[in-house]
């Protein structure tokens, strides 16, 4: 089914994927006679010029990075209206797909893959940012590729200027800094690199914890995770990758890869494999079994602290932006639903929320939404934004909770459905706010939570308290 979507050139197979932003066909490349991923952006989008500005932003950057083990971009272009980005078709499934019972050998050769395209990405002035098992695809060869550049940041414009109230990621492979909202390079990439291949040798990933936000807390705060004892020869790898001071890091993805190198060939216990990884046939060694025989006598290096905001101070450096106007803000970037990975029921939008215009065009088309329907999305998103950090609750407009939640109560004032959610959304901010405080951090981005949570509830008591002992301790 491919919904009569028609561009010419391309013909349409079958849909792979579908969320908020666009949707990922499995299409014919007609010219060529190839097989391609089409990313077609969600028409409501289309008709918002700073998505469409930002849609065929992300198709540039990532058609400048060509590299092999980046994901390559074939085409990307605008037709009567409808916006689309043309991709390598990777129909062998991602990292998180077959994460379970990866071995050691092919765990460091995925990493150091993805270090040689994350390494040409630096070098060519961008930093992914969000670095992930999801974003890590394969070919059928078994060939490891980057995926999905849509936040990536040219590093001079990221060092030129701070990304006040931005935090863009993921919370389970977020560098320090990045959870800060602070500047980044591409040792915030090597770092979420290092999470992942963390969770890939240590079967789960480097910090948990009930919600996001502590999560990334924790990833500014807490020491670094510890591999299990059979696995400790690897343990100077994952400190110096996932030092929380970026200066402790290695400097560039070379030197990681290099380091790589050197310990798997003193290590010939785990290179059995002469082969390609194939998406049926792999020859792994079980990560129990392969660990089981290394040594653990290679010397720890020092291990330093720091990241996205630097570690100011612990848990009170626990930006007031990131937990603040970042965790639940929107981004200032959008990250579209990763082509042939099939995205989420609704992909992020991730943009700092404007002030909202009550004569937006999005707002009106609300009024042509029947009840159910404006009901059915609101709880979609509201689910999804407690998930996300509030993405969707509150931003675009009138495609968020928080408007969806009104206009319901504004057709039916008793609507206890419509209110229940409004509350949520007001509680979620609540929490935020909280805990900034709790941490000491007073500045704008605490006020900003506290808005958001009373634009969803005007009369909620928590935040009109916390508002008010905010005003007393000379916060904002």
Same mark, same amino acid.
């Given at each position: 089914m491919t919904d009569n979507v028609q561009i010419p050139g391309f013909r349409l197979i079958r849909k792979v994927g579908e969320g908020g932003m666009a949707t990922v066909y499995l299409a014919m490349q007609e010219s060529l006679d190839r097989e391609v991923a089409l990313k077609v952006m969600s028409p409501t989008l289309a008709a918002n010029a700073a998505f469409c500005e930002q849609f065929m932003k992300e198709g540039r950057i990532a058609a400048r990075l060509t590299h092999p083990h980046l994901m390559t971009?074939? #085409?990307? +272009?605008?037709?009567? =209206?409808?916006?689309?980005?043309?991709?390598?078709?990777?129909? $062998? =499934? *991602?990292?998180? #797909?077959?994460?379970?019972?990866? =071995?050691?050998a092919e765990a460091l050769e995925i990493a150091r893959e993805v270090a040689s395209g994350l390494g040409f990405a630096h070098e060519s002035g961008f930093v992914h940012r969000d670095v992930k098992p999801g974003n890590i695809m394969f070919r059928n060869d078994g060939t490891a590729v980057l995926a999905d550049f849509g936040i990536a940041k040219a590093i001079k414009a990221t060092a030129s200027q701070t990304m006040t109230g931005t935090t863009i990621g993921t919370p389970d492979y977020m560098s320090p800094e990045q959870a800060q909202a602070n500047p980044v390079d591409g040792r915030a990439d090597l770092y979420s690199l290092g999470a992942v291949l963390f969770e890939c040798l240590a079967g789960h990933k480097p910090y948990r914890a009930g919600d996001p936000y502590t999560v990334a807390l924790m990833h500014v705060t807490e020491p670094l995770p510890k591999l299990p004892e059979q696995l400790a020869w690897l343990q100077p790898l994952i400190d110096k990758l996932m030092a929380k001071d970026?200066?402790? %890091? !290695?400097?560039?993805?070379? $030197? !990681?890869?290099?380091?790589?190198?050197?310990?798997?060939?003193?290590?010939?216990?785990?290179?059995? %494999?002469a082969e390609k990884r194939t998406t049926r046939k792999r020859k792994v060694v079980p990560r129990a079994d392969a660990a089981s025989a290394m040594p653990s006598s290679l010397p720890a290096p020092a291990e330093p602290v720091r990241h996205r905001r630097a570690i100011a101070g612990a848990a009170a450096a626990f930006a007031m932006i990131a937990l603040a106007a970042g965790w639940y803000a929107m981004h200032r970037e959008s990250a579209t639903a990763t082509s042939q990975n099939p995205p989420p029921a609704i992909a992020p939008i991730e943009h700092m929320s404007p002030p909202i215009d009550t004569d937006n065009d999005s707002l009106a088309a609300l009024a042509k939404i029947d009840l159910p *329907?404006?009901? $059915?999305?609101?709880d979609e998103y509201l689910a999804y934004g407690k998930e996300h950090f509030g993405e969707r609750l509150e931003y675009p407009a009138g495609e968020n909770a928080i408007d969806l939640f009104q206009e319901a109560l504004r057709r039916d004032p008793a609507n206890t459905r419509a209110a229940s959610g409004l509350a949520q959304i007001a509680a979620f901010y609540e929490r935020g706010a909280r805990l900034a405080m709790d941490n +000491?951090? *007073? +500045?704008a981005g605490t006020v900003e939570l506290l808005e958001k949570g009373l634009r969803a509830d005007p009369k909620n008591a928590a935040l009109l308290k916390l508002k008010a002992e905010l005003a007393k301790q000379g916060g904002g």
């Open positions: 971009v074939h #085409d990307i +272009g605008e037709e009567h =209206g409808v916006y689309y980005l043309a991709s390598e078709y990777l129909p $062998a =499934g *991602t990292l998180r #797909d077959r994460m379970e019972g990866i =071995g050691v970026p200066n402790a %890091r !290695f400097s560039n993805a070379e $030197a !990681f890869i290099l380091e790589c190198e050197r310990l798997v060939a003193a290590h010939p216990e785990i290179q059995p %494999r *329907t404006l009901l $059915a999305r609101g +000491g951090l *007073t +500045g």
